[in-house]
């Protein structure tokens, strides 16, 4: 059954701990990308990436740090560094090229909570 | 930077009645796609246009894209309960597949 998985569903955290989302997907997809959604807001990118071991800052990069050495795997690190990380974060992924765009497949969604 | 704008934000209407959501790009998009939110969900594809006037239908959903390539538009005729949801338009930008969404329109259908 092929898709992507997030984990966990909700994640509580204490201001000034670093946290990382886990995004995985087995669909085969060169690209991938992480977005954070606030209510009543577009989604708006954080980072993606087309290939293993490349990656790119997206609009609103700053206070997250990204990795992507596997091309099934692309874990999302929010750190403390970030001043409103409360948010719900969605993974991505995609066939990558240039030229043309694809339809992104998006995962179930982490809610991040940080009091 | 680029910038896509949605409107309305949100819409109420009984179900039956039509509901229609723009998108306007800041510059020439080279295709606009269409993905919709269910409340609690995460955002599904519905649709990719490409080509200046091109118009694709969806059994109650249509789709326009603007002939200058700059706004896009999606409409729904006689809504039911289960149109409810956000739905987004997102724009590509650059040379990848970069997407810039619209705020969204979310949709209140009233039985």
């Known amino acids: 059954d092929g898709g992507i998985t997030q984990s966990p569903k909700y994640l509580f955290r204490k201001e000034g701990q670093n946290v990382t989302l886990s995004c995985e997907q087995n669909l085969n997809h060169d690209a991938m990308y992480w977005y954070r959604q606030d209510p009543g807001q577009g989604l708006r990118l954080i980072y993606y990436?087309?290939?293993?071991?490349?990656?790119q800052k997206g609009d609103i990069a700053e206070g997250y740090s990204v990795s992507r050495e596997k091309k099934e795997s692309f874990p999302l690190t929010v750190t403390s560094a970030q001043k409103n990380p409360t948010a719900f974060y969605l993974c991505a992924s995609s066939i990558a090229g240039r030229g043309s765009s694809y339809e992104q497949y998006f995962g179930p969604g982490t809610r991040l909570t940080v009091t | 930077g680029q910038q896509v704008m949605q409107i309305p934000q949100y819409q109420h209407v009984q179900e039956g009645e039509d509901f229609t959501t723009y998108c306007n790009s800041s510059t020439t998009l080279s295709n606009i796609q269409w993905y919709k939110q269910r409340p609690g969900g995460h955002p599904v594809f519905l649709i990719q246009l490409v080509k200046s006037g091109e118009v694709k239908k969806q059994k109650r959903l249509t789709f326009q894209f603007g002939e200058a390539k700059k706004n896009s538009s999606l409409h729904i005729t006689a809504t039911q309960t289960t149109d409810v949801g956000t739905y987004f338009c997102a724009g590509r930008a650059g040379g990848y597949n970069k997407l810039i969404f619209g705020a969204g329109t979310r949709l209140a259908v009233h039985p």
């Open positions: 990436s087309q290939i293993v071991n490349d990656f």
